[in-house]
């Protein structure tokens, strides 16, 4: 038996492959070349997942690592804006689709397809599955440290999706905010990732507790200290909480990241990127 | 030509429905019973589409009206919590499911079937689908006067599902936040209401600005005005802002609805359902 065929039969996508005896250009083959692949998820929407994803790829861009990032939210994609590279493009090359380049960080997004901003893109699970699928194996990512994958909220096609294409995945970290119902969906999505016998890297708790930058008391709008309660309950890793920025979201609707401010925010950021990292050493 | 045909023939579930010459159980039928159906939605989660569809019903149902809420998010569904019904269950009774009761506002929801809270709905796009039109289908909503329609965030299954299921609906309320990033996905959301040819009743900008609880001045967490600007671009109306308010989260994550208070968000909100019922005079 070839190395070939040993690589073919034990994929994933035996049968379906379009690409077998190929060299180079199989899921695997691409994976391959890629050090960590770590997928951000949540159980609510809005708590936070794109701007993890970007700022946990600058941060680690910042320290000389190679990253890329996968956008898989294909209804709603939001990193390119977050990334500022809304006006590029993904390109047909001969090596594959060409990915975004946001000063350094690869980027892959149907934000970066569509002919128009606005344009809604009103598909049923098989075509998002197949787009998540052009997005990891027609993409020419390269050698790379880190591949983040921005999942859609919630438990169904892509992160299914994501989850049964991508092999030897490092594992997933949750996003939640400190309000109950935000936790209740984060729940779910804990144990999605469990039963898919995918490590929980953390639990970060975003958006909690606001200084007011009047007279500097704090708020407290969305509850607080219940990421950490809940990553004791479900036995997981509590990897930080980052406290509510207006300034983080002005910067994000401006594509910039804030892990490189010198504010509470981008300070609890990189203590939660240090933390991150020490699981990969 | 006999008017069970008549109906029939007009019908879009024509060809899959297994109820044809049942009398009283059908998606025609139940919906035939129901006033307005109204569906509330979004492109970005996170923006308080449950939140405002619970106090929406509730500031229905004090005006008298008879209402029910249809919690289509399958994968996150918040209702029940966020309306202190999470220990109900539905059940199948001789007229169909009998749906849950919030004090008086009816109530179907995956979480009242889910055995535990913390149970992931690991489904694809067809499996949602079934259980979308099992809520329309086979719950017995009985007679109604509004009928308010919770859908998950994104342009994709759940969205597509109800806009083809029910026929007759009245229309869609588009929740944003006014960050750019929320904008940027209520305007696919605005783009797929119309092209399924819906009416857009009006955007609601939740979580405009905070008053600080400390020294009372302003904090645009969020920005401002953005959803405003929005439905003027995107020419629909503009039913109100709704300022953040700790206290609304707060009341919230224990199962109360916000729209009774004497608070600066409960009267925004109550200005929002004055303007959208002269539409339905």
Redesign the interface.
Known sequence: MTEENEKCDSCAQKGSCTEQGKEGTCIVDRMARIKHKIIIAS?????GK?TVSVNLARALQMKGFRVGVLDA????P?IP??LGIEDQKLMQEKEGIEPANAQGIKAASMALILSS??????????M?MSAIKQFIQDVNWGELDFLIIDL??????E??SVLQLIPDLAGAIIVT?P????L??S???V??VK?MKLPVLGIIENMSG?R????Q?T?????SGGGQRMAEEVDVPFLGAIP?D?EV??M???GQTFVECKTQAGESFSRIVERLLEMFN
């Open positions: 159980g609510k929407g809005g708590v794109s939210d294909i209804t709603g939001d804006k977050l901003r606005d344009t809604p893109v009103v598909w049923r699970g098989p998002k859609p909220p919630g438990t169904s096609d992160p299914l905010t309000q109950e119902v935000a209740l969906d729940r779910k999505a144990n999605m039963v606001l007011c930058p009047h007279c008391e708020i407290n709008i969305f509850s509510i207006p979201c002005a994000g609707d401006t």
